[in-house]
T-cell receptor
Framework: RKEVEQDPGPFNVPEGATVAFNCTYS??????FFWYRQDCRKEPKLLMS???SGNEDGRFTAQLNRASQYISLLIRDSKLSDSATYLC????????????FGTGTRLTIIP | DGGITQSPKYLFRKEGQNVTLSCEQN?????MYWYRQDPGQGLRLIYY???????QKGDIAEGYSVSREKKESFPLTVTSAQKNPTAFYLC?????????????FGNGTRLTVT
């Protein structure tokens, strides 16, 4: 299995809908993971940090499933401004700073 | 304001020339990273440094070199040995607590080699 795998999409979702996508990983030591959002031709920006099994921030919910080694991102009541590429950084090797990104999931919210 | 600065934003070079991309941070972060992104692709790790005077190869280090002589600076040299250097290069930093802290990114440098 690759170190980090994401469904590249694209996900085309109507405005107001709920959308979820996963990120699977092969390392399982650390307790923290991150979701980033990247707009076209821009740098990634941190969306959510999670230091346990999950986190909720407004319309966004991130969860970690250690047994199955995947992390998920759920977006409720999607807005046009949610259109972006979402990148995951799963738990890395404990004691190591190496952080590997997934390839990203492209999301487009349709009016 | 603290942040991470990459320069230049756009860079053009002729094939066969080495080129150095600048990355400076004033966040007092120990760890720094270089990623490469090709159109429609994810970020791939080139090199990373956990502390001054130390760095490790990432997944695609061939054709690149780095130095970490100062905590604030982590320049990346794209050598003529890199076969496909045209890409979007992103520098990032973090506190450096073994992957428990998120990355802060610079605005990136778009390198075009012809």
């Amino acid at each position: 299995r690759k170190e980090v795998e994401q469904d590249p999409g694209p996900f085309n979702v109507p405005e107001g809908a709920t959308v979820a996508f996963n990120c699977t990983y092969s390392n399982s030591a650390s307790q923290s993971f991150f979701w980033y959002r990247q707009d076209c031709r821009k740098e990634p920006k941190l969306l959510m940090s999670v230091y346990s099994s999950g986190n909720e921030d407004g319309r966004f919910t991130a969860q970690l499933n250690r047994a199955s080694q995947y992390i998920s991102l759920l977006i409720r009541d999607s807005k046009l401004s949610d259109s972006a590429t979402y990148l995951c950084v799963p738990p890395g090797d404990f004691g190591n700073e190496k952080l590997t990104f997934g390839t990203g999931t492209r999301l487009t919210i349709i009016p | 304001d603290g942040g991470i600065t990459q320069s230049p934003k756009y860079l053009f070079r002729k094939e066969g020339q080495n080129v150095t991309l600048s990355c400076e941070q004033n966040l007092n972060h120990d760890a720094m990273y270089w990623y490469r992104q090709d159109p429609g692709q994810g970020l791939r790790l080139i090199y990373y440094s956990q502390i001054v005077n130390d760095f490790q190869k990432g997944d695609i280090a061939e054709g690149y070199s780095v130095s970490r002589e100062k905590k604030e600076s982590f320049p990346l040299t794209v050598t003529s040995a890199q076969k496909n250097p045209t890409a979007f290069y992103l520098c990032a930093s973090s506190i450096g607590d073994r992957g428990r802290s998120p990355l802060h990114f610079g605005n990136g440098t778009r390198l075009t080699v012809t």
